[in-house]
Structures are given as C-alpha cells and as structure tokens.
C-alpha cells in the first residue's frame, strides 16, 4: 500500500458509524499512518428522504477552501436519478472520465445500493499508508461486524486528476455571467 493512492469506503449499519469512523480516521491521521486528500461521511437518518454528505475536517485537506471533490463527485452519484436526464449525462461523463484514475462505476453503484435509512458511509481519498498501522485499524473495523468495506487503488495522482475532472465538470455546469452592461 505504501505510496499508492486509494479510495476506501467503509458502509456501516447504523447512521451514527460513520462519524465513529470519522474519529478513527483522525486518530490514523495523527499517527502519520496516512495522508488524507479528502473525505466525507455519507448519513441516511431513519425517516429521511435522502442521504446527508459532510465534509470531514482535516488539517491538510487538498479540497480546502475549493469544496471536497468525494462530495462533488457523490453528490452526482447518489443525487443524479433525482435531478433527471440531464443530469444524469453529466454524470455518467464524469463516471467514464473517472474511471481513467481508477474509480469503477460499478463501486460507486455499490455504494449507493447498500446505503439506505439508518445507514452511513465514510469515504476516504488517501494515499502513504503505513500498511501494519493501516491493517490493524481495517482487522478491527470488520471483525465488529457491522461494517462493510469497498477499496479501490488509483492512480498515484488520482487526487490532482479527480480535482481537476471535478473543477471542469463544475465550470461546464456554472451558468454563464451576465452581460455587461
């Protein structure tokens, strides 16, 4: 693991996992055990219609001050069949151009068919994982049983990459200003 670049998605059954999950992130983080390019939770509380995405804070953050890419780009994914047609082509260009980096849309489709009321996900954009550090914290997130786990390796500079897709996407998507008076 050390040095390449992964998204990793932990999908738990209760709505309140994934801010426990957030805590334990920080707690790698701290350990330099790795380095966090972005991340988000993604809460469905019982009763609602549709899934909450935060931001998680962290300290070096390439999405600081720009918007967290994960949020962009699952934003799209779990929001798009919502919004309609047109929407949904914007999205699937973006899936097709995020697979040159390593994002399968079929994980992104998993995703969202295991999320659901009183479920949550914490989805992470890292990379320089110190692997003993790393595997403990992965054994005993899974021996509780209650948690799922989606991985994928990317490309070592899939975080400019995805930026990049996601700032283009964005730009396309802006309206057009105003004309000068």
């Known amino acids: 693991m050390t040095g ?11 709505a309140l996992g994934a801010a426990a999950g957030e805590v334990r992130l920080k707690d790698l983080e701290q350990r330099n055990a790795l380095t966090v390019h972005d991340a988000v939770t993604v809460t469905w509380f019982p ?20 918007g967290s890419v994960l949020g962009v780009i699952l ?9 309609g047609a047109v929407a949904g082509a914007g999205v699937g260009a973006l899936l097709s151009k995020m697979r040159g980096v390593g994002i399968e849309r079929s994980m992104l489709e ?28 992965v054994a005993r997130g899974l021996a509780r049983g209650d948690v799922q786990l989606l991985h994928a390796r990317l ?12 700032d283009d996407a964005v730009a396309r998507d802006a309206p057009d200003p105003p004309d000068a008076p």
């Open 4 to 14: 390449s670049t992964t998204l990793t998605v932990w999908v738990y059954d209760s």
């Open 47 to 66: 009763g609602a219609h549709e899934p909450r995405i935060g931001h998680v804070r962290h300290h070096a953050l390439m999405s600081a001050g720009r």
């Open 75 to 83: 934003g799209a994914v779990l929001f798009a069949p919502v919004a």
């Open 110 to 137: 998993d995703l969202r068919s295991r999320l659901g009321p009183g479920r949550s996900a914490l989805v992470v954009l890292s990379s320089e994982a110190d692997p003993e550090t790393v595997r403990s914290f």
């Open 155 to 166: 490309a070592d500079d899939a975080p400019a990459e995805l930026r990049a897709l996601v």
